[in-house]
């Protein structure tokens, strides 16, 4: 019967703010499966993703749905499991966008 | 709109309302798959988006965006592997196409998928950052939004997540309806009657019991990987390393095996643990109840679940109730003593052995003597053991005495199943029948006293033959006919009984002298070890069968009961009776020699926690190993502290500490004590931080100078788990060395009490001594290591005298 409960006992005196405790298990939540690292399933994971033929060459382009707060953004595509591909807006200033400008034009300048 | 500006309205909200502050914009509300709930991604006026603050306090993970938000409605996990943990998943764009997936980021997103590298891996976005969802994924509502919205804080949220779980259709409005922040009332010194003790020890009870309900059943673990197996009984087992060591898992524990359904229809079974993970192995090994149907093909994505029982609890309940409403629970005396209640001191007419000691167990000393000579002539009382002065050996003499008065059979209870088992054993010793009651969950594990259990002398009871012929079916065919199980069923009953009745002594744990087997017996005269670690509604289960004389064993200067609720703890439900009745000014009857510790071991603890009244039985020859080759910097004191100023760290987990300085000092000592030709297995490594633990471990199987099998043989653990038990040498890594911080949990004296008696043969204690000697405690023993110039730095082949100036200590605040 092993027990590691000293530190849950730990008495430092001041009874701290909710949100500290908060905090503390989002961090241990983000971590867990991290360090956890367990194997796929052989038998489910494939490994293999392909990026489908009709989205092979897709620039990005600016969002067009009419609402100004869209005219920063581009709209990429997101596959889901089961083949669905549905029209996903992200902004022009984060690194998935940048990234794939970025490789567009040194491809398109070679 | 106008309606709308005069605020919120409940049931004018549609479902996906976020379940805190009412926002609705279905852009904005993320559905909580596992309760049902909407959750939107503003923060309000909490530390994280209120999805966010949901998932996190109630650990739910799955969750689906509204049909009518810009992506429409959509489950988010894993295109990989299909988890659907969102802490883990992240969205991955393909290399040059305006393609992305989500993925998870272990082991999906760090393996290779696709081999054509279309994928840019080193972009993994989170889909949870800065504690809420991408706001380019789930919108977060605008200023005005937020203000019209209602306002919560993190403390109503906490509460409302609270209620959830006993009312999954609270609303915010019922944190105002009364009794749901009660006050607990704190424990007393005295108690009027049994019904103000049930009064105020009944909802500290429930406290405790909900705390451990919503810890056990809040922790699912996913992504599980199994081995199957078939266990002699033909039962099937299930091997997992199991991830969590944040948990208490304990043998006999349930737990729910969930398989959600990818190449197995899904599936789910009950089993108990068996095995929990050890030095060997982090294995936990679970017994399934059903062996039908189950997917042993699948050994994957598996998910385990905490199945919680109230057994314990409600046994406690009982017991204080039952102290309460039956007269004949205890006697007269008894029940004012327990109670507080001033009393001319009573003795009992007894007729005194002529030799205390018992038979086949070693010698009595004076003080052990003593002790059973007082404890026979009265009603009830107390027993202090210090470290290693023979209370298991003076415990089994006193059993033996009752058992010889002939007033019918004595129950001996410990809060461990482990205290249980050793003095089982001593008792056995004597030659008194003695029989352990197990729990039914605990059967299938062995024990040096397993064939003093109950259920294993069933098995060999002759005068049962039809018993037997069913429980050999039963092997044979894993079940029975409905009336052959129902006749096997009544034969075990009348067989246990019979088995009962006949014993001179019944051992359990505290809590298992609530067992329904035990039900119909009295018990005149009842013995608790270790009844300092035990709560008071513990100690009452085996005290209200009829108790007319009671001996507490114990020791209230070692660690006392484990409470895991903060509010309960501090209302007083981690103070035992013993520590109790010792404050009501009950003199225990102190055990004086000691027989573990080499003389000079012994010293400071005596003088700190004991008075000074601590003899020694052992002298220093023998407990001198001169064979060993180790550097003690004062040769014939085989003890040192050894001073190491290395940083200590938050460990991976993010809830503990480790020192890596003091964790390579371990290894080198240890290192040094296995060349002298030391076994593993005569050294104990204690250390108060889990992280340290962990650290430990791994750094001496991947940095020890020797064979690794060595190190794995190690036994590294907390003072805790150490309580009760002894080693050869002692290594205590203290880890914290912060100048700005307190030094933790190592300020509670009893621990650092439990930490240096542990060891026969010698002691080093690894620190910060400049940060340790603020507390005024390690500064007594920081000066005592230094007086007997066994404060040392510096390489162990060449440890000189530490010259650091120690640190004013603070006013000891109690
Ligand atoms: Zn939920
Ligand atoms: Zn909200
Ligand atoms: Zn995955």
């Known amino acids: 019967e092993l027990k590691f409960l000293g530190e849950m006992q730990e008495d430092d005196d001041d009874d701290e703010p909710e949100d500290d405790a908060f905090v503390d298990e989002y961090n241990r939540m983000m971590q867990e499966s991290a360090k956890r690292a367990p194997r796929p399933d052989p038998k489910i994971a494939q490994g293999e993703i392909a990026v489908p033929f009709n989205l092979r060459g897709s620039a990005p382009k600016t969002a067009a749905t009419g609402n100004n707060e869209d005219s920063d953004k581009v709209v990429f595509t997101l596959l889901g499991r089961k083949g669905k591909q549905q029209p996903l807006l992200v902004p022009k200033d984060t690194s998935l966008v940048t990234k794939v400008i970025q490789t567009r034009k040194r491809e398109d300048d070679e | 709109e106008e309606d709308e500006e005069e605020g919120f309205v409940d049931c004018d909200l549609p479902e996906h309302a976020c379940k805190y502050c009412g926002i609705h914009d279905p852009a904005s509300v993320v559905h909580c798959v596992s309760c049902n709930r909407w959750f939107c991604n503003s923060r309000g006026n909490t530390s994280g988006s209120h999805i966010i603050n949901h998932l996190v306090r109630a650990k739910h993970k799955e969750v689906t965006l509204h049909r009518d938000s810009p992506l429409g409605e959509t489950l988010l996990e894993c295109y990989n592997c299909?988890?659907?943990?969102?802490?883990?998943?992240?969205?991955?764009?393909?290399?040059?196409?305006?393609?992305?997936?989500?993925?998870?980021?272990?082991?999906?997103?760090?393996?290779?998928?696709?081999?054509?590298?279309?994928?840019?891996?080193?972009?993994?976005?989170?889909?949870?950052?800065?504690?809420?969802?991408?706001?380019?994924?789930v919108k977060i509502p605008s200023d005005k939004e937020q203000l019209r919205a209602r306002q919560i804080t993190a403390q109503q949220i906490n509460k409302l997540e609270e209620l959830w779980r006993a009312n999954p259709t609270a609303a915010l409005d019922d944190l105002d309806k009364p009794g749901v922040?009660?006050?607990?009332?704190?424990?007393?010194?005295?108690?009027?009657?049994?019904?103000?003790?049930?009064?105020?020890?009944?909802?500290?009870?429930?406290?405790?019991?909900?705390?451990?309900?919503?810890?056990?059943?809040?922790?699912?673990?996913?992504?599980?990987?199994?081995?199957?197996?078939?266990?002699?009984n033909q039962k099937r087992l299930a091997y997992f390393p199991f991830p969590r060591q944040d948990i208490r898992l304990m043998v006999g524990d349930e737990l729910k095996l969930r398989y959600a359904g990818e190449l197995h229809r899904a599936w789910e079974g009950i089993g108990h643990v068996t095995k929990i993970p050890n030095n060997v192995s982090d294995d936990v090994c679970l017994e399934l109840r059903q062996s039908t149907g189950v997917p042993t093909e699948c050994t994957h994505n598996f998910l385990i679940e905490f199945v919680w029982k109230a057994t314990t609890f409600d046994r406690m309940q009982n017991a204080m109730k039952t102290f309460a409403v039956d007269e004949t629970s205890v006697s007269g005396y008894v029940y004012h003593r327990l109670l507080g209640h001033e009393l001319e001191q009573q003795t009992i007419k007894c007729t005194l052995p002529k030799r205390f000691s018992a038979p086949n167990l070693p010698e009595l000393n004076h003080s052990q003597v003593y002790a059973v000579k007082t404890v026979l002539q009265r009603p009830l009382s107390l027993i202090q053991g210090p470290p290693g002065t023979g209370k298991t050996v003076t415990s089994a003499a006193i059993v033996y005495h009752l058992a010889k008065q002939n007033q019918g059979q004595v129950l001996v209870c410990a809060p461990s199943n482990i205290a249980v088992d050793q003095l089982t054993e001593k008792i056995h010793r004597t030659g008194l029948k003695v029989l352990r009651v197990a729990a039914k969950s605990r059967e299938a594990i062995d024990s040096s006293v397993s064939f003093l259990a109950l259920h294993n002398q069933v098995r060999n009871m002759d005068s049962f033959p039809e018993l037997q012929k069913l429980m050999q079916l039963k092997d044979e065919q894993g079940e029975l006919s409905a009336a052959d199980e129902k006749r096997f069923r009544t034969l075990r009953r009348a067989c246990e009984q019979e088995l009962l009745a006949n014993a001179d002594v019944i051992c359990c744990t505290c809590v298992g002298a609530g067992d329904p087997r035990l039900a119909k017996m009295r018990f005149r005269s009842v013995l608790i070890d270790e009844s300092t670690q035990a709560t008071e509604p513990e100690c009452m289960v085996p005290l209200v069968l009829g108790t007319k004389q009671a001996v507490l064993v114990g020791d209230h200067c070692q660690l006392g009961p484990v409470v895991m609720c903060k509010k309960a703890a501090q209302a007083g439900l981690s103070q035992s009776l013993f520590e109790r009745l010792v404050i009501l000014g009950l003199r225990p009857i102190r055990l004086q020699v000691q027989y573990r510790m080499h003389p000079c071991l012994s010293e400071f603890p005596s003088n700190t926690f004991y008075e000074g009244s601590l003899q020694n039985g052992v002298t220093a020859a023998e407990r001198l190993q001169p064979g060993v080759d180790f550097p003690w910097p004062v040769p014939e004191l085989p003890m040192f502290f050894y001073a190491t100023t290395g940083q200590e760290e938050i460990s991976a987990s993010g809830t503990s500490y480790l020192n890596r300085t003091e964790a390579a000092n371990v290894e080198k000592v240890v290192t040094r004590f296995l060349k002298a030709g030391i076994n593993p297995d005569q050294i104990g490594i204690i250390t108060p931080y889990e992280g340290q633990r962990a650290y430990l471990v791994q750094y001496m199987q991947y940095n020890g100078q020797l064979r690794n099998q060595l190190y794995e043989e190690l036994e590294v653990t907390s003072v805790d788990a150490f309580q009760g038990r002894e080693k050869d040498?002692?290594?205590?890594?203290?880890?914290?060395?912060?100048?700005?911080?307190?030094?933790?949990f190592l300020n509670d004296p009893r621990r650092l009490n439990v930490a240096l008696t542990r060891a026969k043969y010698g002691v080093i204690v690894i620190g910060n001594p400049r940060v340790l000697s603020k507390q005024p405690l390690w500064n007594n023993l920081l000066v005592h290591f230094k007086e007997k110039k066994c404060l040392v730095e510096g390489p162990l082949n060449n440890l000189k005298p530490c010259l650091i100036q120690f640190s004013k200590p603070r006013p000891l605040i109690n």
Request: aromatic content about 10%; glycine content about 6%; hydrophobic content about 40%.
């Open chain 2, 181 to 232: 922040d009660e006050e607990v009332q704190e424990v007393l010194l005295r108690y009027e009657d049994a019904y103000q003790y049930q009064n105020i020890f009944g909802p500290l009870v429930k406290l405790e019991a909900d705390y451990d309900k919503r810890m056990k059943e809040a922790q699912t673990c996913d992504g599980i990987v199994v081995r199957w197996d078939v266990a002699l």
């Open chain 2, 729 to 744: 040498f002692i290594i205590l890594s203290c880890v914290r060395s912060n100048e700005h911080q307190g030094i933790g």
């Open chain 2, 82 to 137: 299909g988890s659907r943990n969102s802490f883990v998943l992240g969205f991955i764009p393909a290399k040059a196409d305006s393609v992305v997936v989500l993925l998870c980021r272990q082991p999906c997103a760090t393996q290779a998928i696709g081999k054509d590298q279309e994928w840019d891996l080193s972009q993994w976005q989170p889909l949870i950052n800065d504690r809420c969802f991408l706001p380019w994924l």
